[in-house]
């Protein structure tokens, strides 16, 4: 049957009996796919019946030219016939059927490859994505947006937002249902409930949708939404009757459905946070796992140091916003439960959390990934450094992370970063740095430090370093050659060791492993200033506002006479791919920097 369906035109003209068969195809599809290739796996299997019962009854193709050919003989609508319905996946991870149903079958073996299909819904890829999401708790928002402009239009097509449980304690999730209970707008929230995130949810919010049943009136009706619920997610026919009912109603409306992540696939059931995503080589049986020791992930070394340091002091905590298990701090929250808070998906709230922790004399270690410490620019800004209360920030997944995209790539913690007073920023360019700078921040009590580091294997075989004494700001000369020196900036210090051992350059170029954004070493850039007629600076992230525009300008403010050139991401967002296939297009591999230090090396 799904075979003959590639768009939701195809699907309006089976019969209500065919989908049960059609949901267990596409679970066949998916899994058979996803396997292969790999990609999100356990929240999409949750929504195939939703994503199903949506497509069946609603019109979403915002293409002019095909309005009105959507309707199947089953349709009844009249009123909505030439208004497209709009529809927002929150996260957007959960939206794999909704690509495989909208036109993009064929391509799905393409899905967060290289040129290939988004992991995330994305506008400019087809007119059934309404809103691009990577990041959580902006789905209300955005479709109470679309649903307020069509109002003021006077449209009464329906705006649906997909939310889960765990979206749903982000902050900006309350803020947009604080003001759709004023509203008159033509909003539906179904609130896909399936205890999880990518660990189990915790929290009020968690322990009341748990509770919910019975209780009147619950969280929604106090805001004055009128709550429909909770119901069987994966009741394709229930789904589709209520969507029937709804479509045909105005103003706002909750409807709250209980789902399984992982539905259909055993394994993934059991074990909802390991099936999260999933990856080629972990379950292709043909690219076994190799046997032979891989350095841990930086993550990893990570969550093993921070254990070790509140076993060594009673005063370091660990704070979380969802990620126990992707930033590791799980090793200690198994360990030391009572020292780890898990916050739920609300990183402004953990940062200012942090910072009451700090002013009672605790050591908060705050581990957010870098693209999410964009939500929380202000709490940086206003909570913590303005008062200089001494947080430490790790800030995981610095630079590219890959297939996920634009919406997870680390690019532009530096440049955000270092415009903020009184912040100290270490970037490690490996695991043994990463310890001895957790180490230092432990004892460093006069301000803010933000440790920053990649996703991904380290280097190092066996992490445990014999701990070195950090001087900050201080850099490390990592080879002393006498034509050229490179300044790098974190683990893409690796790439540029390597170029230089491959082409025999370790004679002729200088490479300095900068460590440190801010401050800046003074005295060693002062001396590579007089020294080196040719610098080069490498860094995976941003050039604008980056680590090679600082060196750049304290260069101009120190009158040097040579010539700098800079390596690193352009003004752009950078696409999905893997790390070596990016870093590769920008010239940010072992052969694109080898290349640029060849020809500077070239005589004039």
């Known amino acids: ?70 309707q199947g003989p089953h349709e009844q609508r009249q009123h909505l016939a030439i208004q497209t319905d709009k529809l927002v996946w929150d996260v957007g991870h959960q ?146 009757d209520i969507f029937e009912k709804q479509r045909l109603e105005n103003g706002p409306q909750i409807l709250h459905i209980k789902t399984l992540k992982g539905k259909g696939y055993e394994p993934a059931e059991e074990a909802q946070t390991d099936w999260h995503s999933v990856s080629y080589v972990k379950i292709d049986p043909l690219k076994p796992e190799t046997k032979e020791p891989k350095p841990l992930k930086f993550q990893e070394v990570f969550g093993h140091t921070l254990l070790a340091l509140a076993r060594k002091d009673e005063r370091v905590v660990g704070i979380t916003p969802a990620m126990p298990s992707g930033s590791s701090m799980k090793i200690m929250m198994e360990a030391m439960p009572h020292r780890v808070f898990d916050v739920g998906i609300a990183e402004q709230h953990a940062v200012t959390f942090a910072a009451g922790l700090a002013l009672e004399g605790k050591r908060p270690f705050c581990n957010i990934y870098s693209t999410f410490a964009q939500r929380a620019y202000d709490q940086i800004i206003h909570d913590v450094a303005l008062q200089n209360i001494p947080v430490i920030f790790c800030v995981d997944r610095a630079g590219l992370v890959g297939a996920d ?108 492993d900068a460590r440190c954004m801010k401050p800046l070493d003074l005295k060693a850039l002062g001396e590579t200033f007089r020294r080196f007629e040719k610098i080069i600076t490498v860094e995976e992230s941003c050039l604008i506002g980056g680590f090679g525009q600082q060196i750049k300008a304290l260069a101009l403010n120190s009158q040097y006479k040579g010539t700098i050139t800079s390596l690193g991401l352009p003004d752009v967002f950078v696409e999905h791919g893997t790390v070596d296939e990016l870093r590769a297009k920008y010239d940010l591999d072992v052969e694109g920097i080898g290349k640029v230090i060849s020809q500077l090396l070239l005589p004039l």
């Open 1 to 70: 049957m799904l075979d003959s369906i590639s768009r939701p035109s195809e699907l309006k003209k089976l019969s209500k009996d065919q989908l049960p068969q059609l949901c267990g195809e596409i679970r066949t599809f998916f899994v058979e796919k996803i396997l292969k290739n790999g990609g999100h796996f356990s929240a999409n299997l949750g929504v195939v019946e939703l994503t199903v019962a949506l497509h069946y009854v609603y019109d979403f193709n915002t293409d002019k030219s095909s309005w009105g050919h959507e």
């Open 95 to 240: 939206a794999y059927i909704h690509k495989l149903l909208t036109g993009r079958k064929a391509e799905f073996d393409t899905i967060r490859k290289i040129n290939g299909l988004s992991g995330f819904p994305k506008m400019d890829e087809s007119n059934y994505d309404h809103f691009g999401t990577g990041h959580s708790s902006t789905s209300i928002s955005a479709i109470m947006g679309m649903a307020e402009g069509a109002l003021l239009n006077k449209k009464d097509n329906k705006h649906i937002a997909v939310i889960g449980d765990g979206s749903l304690t982000g902050g900006m999730a309350f803020e947009a249902l604080n003001n759709l209970g004023v509203s008159k707008a033509n909003v539906l929230v179904i609130v896909n409930d399936n205890q999880m995130g990518i660990d189990p949810n915790l929290g009020a919010i968690n322990t009341h949708l748990g509770e919910i049943d019975g209780i009147k009136p619950n969280l929604f009706e106090n805001l004055g939404l009128p709550y429909n619920g909770p119901i069987d997610g994966h009741n394709i026919f229930e789904l589709v």
């Open 405 to 512: 995209g634009p919406t997870h790539h680390g690019t532009f913690d530096l440049a955000f970063l270092n415009a903020i007073p009184n912040l100290i920023i270490l970037s490690p360019m490996d695991e043994h740095e990463l310890r001895n700078m957790m180490y230092w921040a432990l004892d460093h009590t006069d301000g803010p430090v933000v440790i920053r580091y990649p996703r991904g294997r380290g280097s190092k075989i066996d992490y445990k370093n014999k701990l070195e004494k950090l001087v900050v700001p201080s850099s490390r000369m990592l080879t002393i050659g006498q034509n050229i020196a490179v300044l790098s900036i974190g683990q893409i210090g690796i790439e540029v060791q390597k170029a230089i051992a491959n082409n025999n350059l370790e004679s002729k170029v200088s490479h300095i």
